[in-house]
């Protein structure tokens, strides 16, 4: 159970986390939506909140993207939810105890618009200006994940590109 010196009752206690992993999750799942999802990396590093528990990821393999929550680069990710598009920062990959099933916990951007508007609306090619980060983290369903972005920080200002589009929902 313990693989290093450092640390052994942190290590035998995640050892013993990972063992009692509820028996209606597994590591590859297909959804209603036909997206295939495989996750990585379990951990019990958190954050968590009200209505959330282990198991915990830091990589999710959806279809053609990957999103990792370790790494800034590549944790924004975009959300189409009843219609209203918005972007978030995934910090984990966690059970929802509520939905009974795995979840994204992320932050997301308050206000979002267009970055530049001639020759067309920057919105009609995914491009966005970003404000007004959220300190509040949420649950978000990872059926809605439509698109990964990229986040550049131009004069002062975040904007959003996107990098692959791979939900035919967007």
């Known amino acids: 159970m313990v693989r290093k010196n450092d640390k052994p009752l942190q290590q035998v206690v995640r050892r013993c986390e990972e063992q009692f992993v509820p028996n209606i999750l597994v590591d590859k799942v297909e959804n209603e939506n036909d997206l295939n999802q495989n996750f990585q990396l379990l951990h019990s590093d958190g954050p968590l909140i009200d209505g959330t528990s282990s198991p915990q990821y830091k990589i999710l393999l959806l279809d053609q993207i990957q999103i990792k929550t370790y790494s800034a680069p590549?944790?924004?990710?975009?959300?189409?939810?009843?219609?209203?598009?918005?972007?978030?920062?995934?910090?984990?990959?966690?059970?929802?105890?509520?939905?009974?099933?795995?979840?994204?916990?992320?932050?997301?951007?308050?206000?979002?618009?267009?970055?530049?508007?001639?020759?067309?609306?920057?919105?009609?090619?995914?491009?966005?200006?970003?404000?007004?980060?959220?300190?509040?983290?949420?649950?978000?369903?990872?059926e809605n994940v439509v698109t990964k972005y990229m986040i550049l920080t131009i004069n002062d200002l975040n904007v959003a590109y996107p990098i692959i589009h791979f939900n035919n929902n967007y």
């Open 74 to 142: 590549n944790s924004y990710v975009g959300l189409k939810i009843e219609n209203i598009f918005i972007i978030i920062k995934i910090v984990n990959i966690c059970y929802s105890q509520d939905l009974q099933k795995l979840i994204l916990l992320g932050r997301q951007f308050e206000k979002i618009g267009s970055f530049f508007s001639k020759p067309l609306k920057s919105e009609q090619l995914g491009i966005y200006k970003l404000e007004k980060f959220s300190k509040q983290v949420k649950i978000w369903n990872i």
